[in-house]
């Protein structure tokens, strides 16, 4: 089984620009989880979904928004970049809600904006 | 904000020595889940912990959760190099939600 694949894996934008990141979860499961991970900050939550509706959001600003599809893949877009964008940007996948169990994390996408 | 602080933040020990890492959290929990790190990576589950369990092993790990304190702990014995990474505390706060709120890490070095 395919874990969580997250694409791309490096970015570097200038401030000012929008990014898209992907994240194809784990086959079947069907809530999808986006974390931040800064030096500063730590691993911080960014939404979740699950069939398609965003069920949580964290305290982060309305630049930072996401979708899930009908077939669980999801994507976050950044708008605006700031170079406190710069971050590892991990996806999470799970089977059941609410979380019981573990979830799963893909590789992370790395942003670096300058 | 984050809900768990790890102590200690950094630990360096020897091959075959065993590491010990503690987490505590502010909220009541459904359940406590620990996850490695290697370096700028993704997250590996290590193991779950429910909320009315005290305590938990697997392979080489041990983990105690301690509700009353709002703590848990997590023991590797016999470490090995491959065990450098950072660990991290993870809290599953309940209702209709798959957030997880992560501690602020412990880096663990195992030398060979």
């Known amino acids: 089984k395919a874990g969580v694949t997250q694409t791309p894996r490096y970015l570097i934008k200038t401030r000012g620009q929008q990014v898209t990141l992907s994240c194809s979860p784990i086959?079947?499961?069907?809530?999808v989880s986006w974390y931040q991970q800064t030096p500063g900050q730590g691993l911080q939550f960014l939404f979740e979904?699950?069939?398609?509706?965003?069920?949580n959001k964290g305290n982060f600003p309305g630049r930072f928004s996401g979708r899930q599809f009908s077939n669980s893949r999801s994507e976050m877009n950044v708008s605006t970049l700031e170079l406190g964008d710069s971050a590892l940007y991990l996806c999470?996948?799970?089977?059941?809600?609410?979380?019981?169990?573990?979830?799963?994390f893909g590789q992370g996408t790395r942003l670096t904006v300058v | 904000s984050q809900q768990g602080e790890e102590d200690p933040q950094a630990l360096s020990i020897q091959e075959g020595e065993n590491a010990t890492m503690n987490c505590s959290y502010k909220?009541?929990?459904?359940?406590l889940q620990w996850y490695r790190q290697n370096s700028g990576r993704g997250l590996v589950h290590l193991i779950l912990?429910?909320?009315?369990?005290r305590e938990k092993h697997s392979g080489r790990l041990r983990v105690t959760l301690d509700t009353s304190k709002k703590s848990s702990s997590l023991l590797i014995t016999a470490s090995r190099a491959a065990d450098t990474a950072s660990y991290f505390c993870?809290?599953?706060?309940?209702?209709?939600?798959?957030?997880?709120?992560f501690g602020t890490g412990t880096l663990l070095a195992v030398q060979p």
């Open positions: 999470a996948s799970s089977l059941e809600a609410p979380l019981r169990g573990r979830a799963f």
């Open positions: 086959s079947g499961h069907r809530s």
């Open positions: 979904y699950f069939s398609e509706t965003q069920r």
């Open positions: 909220t009541s929990i459904n359940n």
């Open positions: 912990i429910r909320s009315n369990e």
């Open positions: 993870a809290t599953v706060i309940g209702g209709a939600t798959n957030k997880l709120i």
